[in-house]
């Protein structure tokens, strides 16, 4: 197993396993509960991380996860089924779950 990401925040922790999980990747979160060691253990050394399963998958993985915080420069779409305006990294409109590739961009 190899660390492949690590963060203070934990629901950035879980987002970044959940695009490995979607490319078929095998992953384990470590230290989720770590944050009361606090003060005994240095903060760096108490945040959430991602372990890649299989050490072959590590470089994949880091490049998956590099690719998925780039900054989107894309501008928001509009749902086709609600006319809600969603985020460009969003895939589905917040609002009613409609598929970004069955929508117009707007």
Same mark, same amino acid.
């Given at each position: 197993?190899?660390l @492949?990401?690590?963060? /203070?925040?934990?629901? =950035? =922790? $879980?987002?970044?396993? #959940?695009?490995?999980?979607l $490319?078929?990747? %095998?992953? =384990?979160?470590?230290?989720?509960? $770590? #944050?009361?060691?606090?003060? %005994?253990? @240095? /903060?760096?050394? *108490?945040? /959430?991380?991602v372990? =890649?399963?299989? +050490?072959? +998958?590590?470089?994949? *993985?880091?490049?998956?996860? %590099?690719? *998925? ?6 501008? +928001?779409? %509009?749902?086709?089924?609600?006319? #809600? $305006?969603? /985020? *460009? ?9 409609? +598929? ?7």
């Open positions: 197993m190899k @492949a990401y690590t963060h /203070p925040n934990g629901i =950035v =922790v $879980a987002q970044a396993r #959940s695009v490995l999980e $490319a078929g990747i %095998e992953s =384990v979160l470590r230290n989720e509960f $770590a #944050s009361g060691a606090i003060g %005994e253990l @240095a /903060p760096i050394d *108490a945040w /959430p991380e372990w =890649v399963v299989r +050490d072959r +998958d590590c470089e994949t *993985a880091i490049r998956l996860l %590099e690719e *998925a915080q780039k900054t989107v420069n894309e501008a +928001d779409w %509009e749902c086709a089924l609600c006319g #809600s $305006a969603s /985020p *460009a990294t969003f895939e589905y409109c917040w609002h009613c779950g409609g +598929d970004r590739a069955k929508t117009i961009s707007g």
